[in-house]
C-alpha cells in the first residue's frame, strides 16, 4: 500500500504565505515526479507545479514568481510554498505522485486533499 498524506492548508489573508506539505509512506520502490495540483469550487482540477526528482519544475503561469515546489527525496516529500497569495488561489489542494510500488507497478497516487482559503 502506498499512501499520500497532506498538512499545511488552511486559511490566509491575500499577500500572505502559506506551505504545503505532502510525504509519501507505504511499499514504495521508486517515485518520479511529485507536484500540486488544485480545483476551485466549479472548475476542473489544474496543475499548479510539478518537480522531477532531479532538477527540473514547472508551474502553471498564475503562480509562477509567487510559488516555490520543493522535494526532500531522502523523505519522499514535497513541499508547496505559497507566498504573495491571492483570493484566487483559494481552492482544495492535492498532492500528487507517480511511483513505483515495491511490485514493480507504476502508477499515479493522490493525497486527500487540503483547504486553502485566501481572503481579501
Known amino acids: 500500500q502506498v499512501q499520500l498524506v497532506e498538512s499545511g492548508g488552511g486559511l490566509a489573508q491575500a499577500g500572505g504565505s502559506l506551505r504545503l506539505s505532502c510525504a509519501a509512506s507505504?511499499?514504495?520502490?521508486?517515485?518520479?515526479?511529485m507536484g500540486w495540483y488544485r480545483q476551485a469550487p466549479g472548475k476542473q482540477r489544474e496543475l499548479v507545479a510539478r518537480?522531477?526528482?532531479?532538477?527540473?519544475?514547472n508551474y502553471v503561469d498564475s503562480v509562477r514568481g509567487r510559488f516555490t515546489i520543493s522535494r526532500d527525496n531522502a523523505k519522499n516529500t514535497v513541499y508547496l510554498q505559497m507566498n504573495s497569495l491571492k483570493p484566487e488561489d483559494t481552492a482544495v489542494y492535492y498532492c500528487n505522485a507517480q511511483i513505483q510500488a515495491t511490485d514493480g507497478s507504476w502508477r499515479d497516487y493522490w493525497g486527500q486533499g487540503t483547504q486553502v482559503t485566501v481572503s481579501s
Open positions: 518537480a522531477s526528482s532531479g532538477s527540473w519544475a
Open positions: 507505504g511499499s514504495i520502490f521508486s517515485i518520479n515526479a
